[in-house]
């Protein structure tokens, strides 16, 4: 029972990580990226319901998929940032893509399919990330990039809690 209770707390706490990974304002003089903190700690959250090499392995499969660029893709061809370049991952992408930002971005959320080792409901995190940020662009076109944070964020937790229940 207890840990039916903490597995339905892991949604609302990973989309409150994910947008902590989005943010450097939480982390004061640590050095380097979010991500290198909050990695550690969605493993940790998925160690309170699952065995620990399916914990570490969402852990790594979230810091894998937020390691590599995406900070131009995001826009969905709506803005585009002046306060940075197209990576070269991200040009890939659009080559392969033909230009298309959507397919380019699905295919970059594509990077978080190692956590398909933990689920197959992974599968369809490309697509689904995809929508979290069209959502965030409908709904909250003043601030859609936190919106869709705080959506993949719970995309991360439902995952982790999709392979509890599968357990």
């Not at 947008?19 to 979010?34: A, D, I, N, V």
């Not at 852990?59 to 660029?69: D, I, K, P």
């Amino acid at each position: 029972m207890l840990s039916t209770l903490i597995a339905f707390a892991i949604i609302p706490a990973c989309t409150v990580l994910n947008r902590m990974r989005g943010t450097t304002e939480w982390k004061g003089p640590l050095p380097g990226r979010p991500l290198w903190y909050v990695s550690p700690m969605i493993a940790g959250l998925a160690a309170l319901i699952l065995p620990w090499p399916q914990a570490v392995g969402f852990g790594l499969a979230y810091l894998f998929w937020g390691s590599f660029a995406w900070g131009f893709l995001f826009g969905l061809g709506r803005i585009v940032p002046t306060d940075r370049k197209i990576s070269g991952l991200e040009a890939t992408l659009l080559k392969l893509s033909r230009g298309n930002v959507h397919i380019a971005f699905c295919l970059r959320m594509g990077f978080a399919l190692p956590a398909a080792m933990m689920t197959p409901f992974a599968l369809l995190f490309p697509l689904v990330a995809l929508a979290n940020y069209e959502i965030g662009w409908r709904l909250a076109p003043q601030a859609p990039i936190r919106l869709a944070e705080w959506l993949t964020g719970a995309l991360w937790g439902s995952l982790i809690l999709l392979s509890f229940i599968a357990n």
